[in-house]
């Protein structure tokens, strides 16, 4: 089979990895396919990208090698029913659907298909996503390498077991809520000690994309990094001991927690 890949879904995220494949050149256009049941979804993304468009799903399937599940989880159960009859053991199906395990996918199957599950992250839609891989109990370590491939066009990869899903759903797959309110609440703090919004706005977006950087391609520690810039009796000690009366640490870690049992909740 020819090296296509097609996407049940062409919305938000659908697109985002369209976009991720083709600008590191890992499919050519004429081998991405797209079937959805939006068509004016569909006239977009074939002469936005130049790819094949399919209003009915089954007959995408039968030209893909490997088939990436992006529609809503609450569409997972009918798009499985329609598809099972013709997904092949040798295709590889992909699900970023969020709360779906790879056996709920599995079980629509009578035959082995090798089922990997995926949670990006919204940042994806820049190509600055973080994706979580687990394999599915007929996927090998050459599917893990294809899923990986597809998801580095689009940030960065991990694998994990399936168990810590619903963790990393509370850490990276709901980290951009989290992150958007800090940077909120860092540019209201800019407002009342009287800075412009819009120029608030900026050093508080600016100042989180320069220290996760920094923090990324330095590999200090975050506690090192704290340190360094809190000089004695100087204003970032004065900011950090406000943060620290209201519990941010306590707080964060509470997010993530309830996120975390949240998901573990709808998965159910
Ligand atoms: N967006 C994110 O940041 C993010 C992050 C992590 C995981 N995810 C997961 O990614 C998946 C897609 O999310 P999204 O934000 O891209 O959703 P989306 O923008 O709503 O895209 C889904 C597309 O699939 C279409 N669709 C619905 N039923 C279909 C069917 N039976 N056959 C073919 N197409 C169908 C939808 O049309 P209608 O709108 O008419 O229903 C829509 O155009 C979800 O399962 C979500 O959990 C998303």
Request: charged letters at 20%; a positive charge.
């Amino acid at each position: 089979m020819r090296r296509t890949i097609g996407f049940i879904g062409g919305g938000n995220m659908g697109e985002a990895i369209i976009k991720g494949i083709l600008k590191s050149k890992l499919y050519k256009s004429e081998d991405i396919m797209v079937s959805d049941i939006r068509k004016e979804r569909l006239k977009y993304l074939k002469s936005a990208y130049q790819i094949k468009a399919f209003d009915n799903n089954p007959e995408m399937v039968k030209e893909c090698q490997v088939i990436i599940l992006a529609v809503k989880p609450q569409n997972a159960k009918n798009v499985l029913e329609e598809i099972k009859g013709v997904v092949s053991p040798e295709q590889l199906l992909i699900s970023i659907m969020a709360g779906i395990s790879t056996s709920f996918v599995e079980d629509f199957f009578s035959k082995s298909i090798p089922v990997i599950r995926v949670m990006p992250n919204t940042p994806a839609l820049v190509l600055a996503g973080m994706s979580a891989i687990s394999l599915g109990i007929f996927a090998n370590e050459g599917h893990s390498q294809i899923a990986a491939q597809i998801f580095k066009a689009i940030g960065e990869t991990v694998i994990v077991p399936e168990t810590l899903m619903d963790a990393v759903t509370g850490l990276s797959g709901s980290g951009p809520g989290y992150v958007a309110v800090i940077i909120e609440a860092l540019a209201d703090g800019g407002v009342k000690m009287g800075l412009p919004r819009d120029l608030a706005l900026k050093l508080a977006i600016q100042t989180l994309l320069g220290t996760a950087k920094l923090l990324k391609e330095t590999n200090l520690h975050p506690a090192q990094l704290k340190d360094m810039v809190t000089s004695p009796g100087g204003t970032t000690i004065a900011g950090l001991h406000m943060m620290e009366l209201g519990g941010i640490r306590g707080i964060l870690i509470g997010a993530i927690e309830a996120a975390t049992k949240c998901s573990q909740e709808l998965g159910k």
